[in-house]
């Protein structure tokens, strides 16, 4: 293992520059060359490829996005740009492959190691923490962080006016922002794709919060939510609850911004680190992943999202706390 590539594709997460500055440093460390792919699986049919020192990664852990750009390749998807891919690195004398993304990326990079027999790892990186076979992906820190700082500004509004907010956070198949920032933040009500809430109960909900005089009520709501996520909810609340001050606010994509939490920077750091030591020893066709602290080699066709159950305590808390 002489030369190994590195691509980010799919959704951005804070995170993955420390995990490309991992991967760098370790390569260094064992002696091996490391090329950045730009733009993803896209960058790997065109041939974008640089390459990366440790000038290069220098005072880029702490921001967040991708220093390599990413992308969803439509044309990978295809046999002949597989190939076409393929050739791009071995005309570069590339040995090996890790890459940073989530389910897509993971689909991606298992077909095309089987199809050509050639050494691939994965990092998970996904806001929406939905991989299967590690308890954190590089990014949802930061994200659940993000998300509950906003709910926190929410409420002080919310408070000065008396009213009811719905705050949509990402999450269109998985719920854990969902979850573990409306927990933190208080939130009244949580709704999310895992679990079922009827308009009826919700309302019944809120009725309870309001002889309560509460002064503020927010409601958490995935965007993949069954009945189609916070506006959709807004409006069929509004209709029943006339008399409260309904107001939506979708947190959208400053979710996935911003400078990576400490957890999400050692967590990238020792996956990129675990990456290249395996991809070493002839590991291949998996990813890595770290549970109760340690790590775990998950092979891509294990590593898809849907897999991954709620934590049972975390919805039990859910019932508890906004009954």
């Known amino acids: 293992m002489k030369k190994i590539g590195i691509l980010t594709s799919g959704g951005d997460a804070p995170g993955m520059n420390a995990a490309i500055r991992s991967v760098v440093l370790a390569s260094f460390f064992h002696g091996i060359k490391v090329y950045g792919i730009l733009n993803g ?34 044309r990978f998807l295809k046999k002949t740009y597989r190939q076409i891919a393929f050739n791009r690195l071995k005309e570069n004398n590339i040995d090996g492959l890790i890459v940073l993304g989530g389910d897509g990326t993971f689909r991606g990079a298992s077909q095309f190691s089987k199809e050509f027999d050639f050494p691939i790892i994965g990092i998970p990186c996904t806001i929406d923490n939905d991989m299967f076979g590690t308890d954190f992906c590089v990014g949802y820190d930061t994200a659940i962080n993000t998300a509950v700082d906003a709910i926190d500004k929410i409420r002080d509004t919310a408070e000065s006016h008396n009213r009811l907010f719905f705050v949509e956070v990402m999450g269109r198949d998985a719920g854990l922002i969902a979850m573990r920032s409306g927990i933190a933040g208080g939130a009244e009500a949580i709704l999310i794709p895992e679990t079922k809430m009827n308009i009826d109960e919700l309302v019944k909900l809120l009725k309870k919060d309001q002889k309560l005089n509460l002064s503020s009520m927010i409601v958490v709501v995935a965007e993949g939510d069954e009945e189609g996520g916070a ?20 947190l959208g994509h ?4 911003g400078k990576p939490s400490c957890m999400d920077r050692i967590l990238a750091t020792r996956m990129g680190l675990s990456a290249v030591e395996n991809l070493i020893s002839g590991q291949r066709n998996v990813m890595i992943g770290i549970i109760n602290e340690k790590v775990k080699l998950v092979p891509f066709d294990q590593a898809v999202k849907h897999n991954k159950k709620l934590n049972p305590e975390l919805i039990h808390l859910i019932n508890v706390m906004v009954s």
């Not at 020192?53 to 967040?64: A, C, F």
């Not at 506006?231 to 979708?250: A, C």
């Not at 400053?254 to 911004?257: A, T």
Request: net charge positive; glycine share 8%.
């Open 41 to 74: 699986y896209e960058g790997m049919i065109e041939g974008q490829l640089i390459e990366l020192n440790l000038s290069t990664v220098r005072n880029i852990v702490q921001r967040g996005g991708t220093m390599l750009k990413s992308s969803r390749s439509k």
């Open 231 to 250: 506006k959709s909810v807004s409006e069929k609340v509004k209709e029943l609850l006339p008399d409260i001050d309904v107001r939506v606010t979708t």
């Open 254 to 257: 400053i979710q996935r911004g």
